[in-house]
């Protein structure tokens, strides 16, 4: 796995085994099909992507349009584990659960986004960042009681 | 895994293999042992709460010192995956994505919390609620920016 490591990052041996498993419960559909394509974050961009929930899970959606906001987490398959500290292109190096990296030993991205429209078991979101067809793992109500934390500081960061 | 429906409540017949892995990268330490212990939200506890990394993974804590708040996935390994619609004790049927419940397809939770000191391995953290021992998927730095929604409403919840 130790393949194209930067000056400065560091890896890791990861375990031989995994300890639990996920499924793919649909994928994200969005206008992004190379890396360098994909906004930043997910303030970068307004544009419209799609969760298509597999119709296995369709029943699971009930209650879900009466969110303005959801939490999506998503499985970032295509992304290395193993590095522990990394040389972002442009930054500086830091610890990998310093950043918000799709490369980390468990590459489950978590993205909050605005609930654009329902349609059976294809919502319309805006806030992800991710390529087209990534799977999707988990959708969750946004409780601003709990999630919204408007005066949070990560310290290293100027914005 | 049909066992235990309560009336109104919908399981499905769960994929026959997994997509993907997920490796337990540490322990969630809380003063709750037992489910009916735990608080009834992150925010019904100032309880502190400690986050073991495993040691294999120090280095990739650099920086998040420098962070007010994280974002913390964990895995809720008790929990079964098969139910669609739910039919909470003290409340009504919702789907599984238009709730927090511990059970879903992936039960992986996340949890914004508050951190409060880090020494080597550990973060002592507020805002989990969770049982003792729950494994640790994944930490993350909480950006206001993009992670914070104060006006995000849950039509369906009354607070």
Same sequence: chains 1, 2.
Wanted: net charge neutral; proline share 6%; with cysteine.
């Amino acid at each position: 796995m130790n393949e194209d490591i930067r000056e400065g990052e560091i890896a890791v041996t990861l375990p031989e085994k995994f300890d639990a498993g996920v499924y793919f419960i649909g994928r994200i559909r969005t206008p992004w099909t190379r890396r360098d394509q994909c906004p930043k974050n997910a303030r970068g961009s307004d544009a419209a992507c799609t969760i298509a929930l597999d119709e296995r899970y369709a029943a699971a959606l009930d209650g879900v349009a009466s969110c303005t906001h959801l939490v999506v987490l998503y499985f970032m398959h295509e992304a290395r584990r193993d590095l522990l500290v990394q040389m972002p292109r442009h930054g500086e190096r830091r610890g990998t659960f310093a950043i918000r990296s799709p490369v980390r030993p468990n590459p489950i991205a978590m993205s909050v986004v605005r609930l654009v429209r329902t349609e059976g078991t294809r919502l319309t979101v805006v806030g992800l960042d991710c390529l087209d067809v990534t799977p999707l793992i988990d959708i969750k109500p946004y409780f601003a009681s709990v999630d919204s934390v408007p005066d949070a500081v990560v310290g290293w960061s100027k914005t």
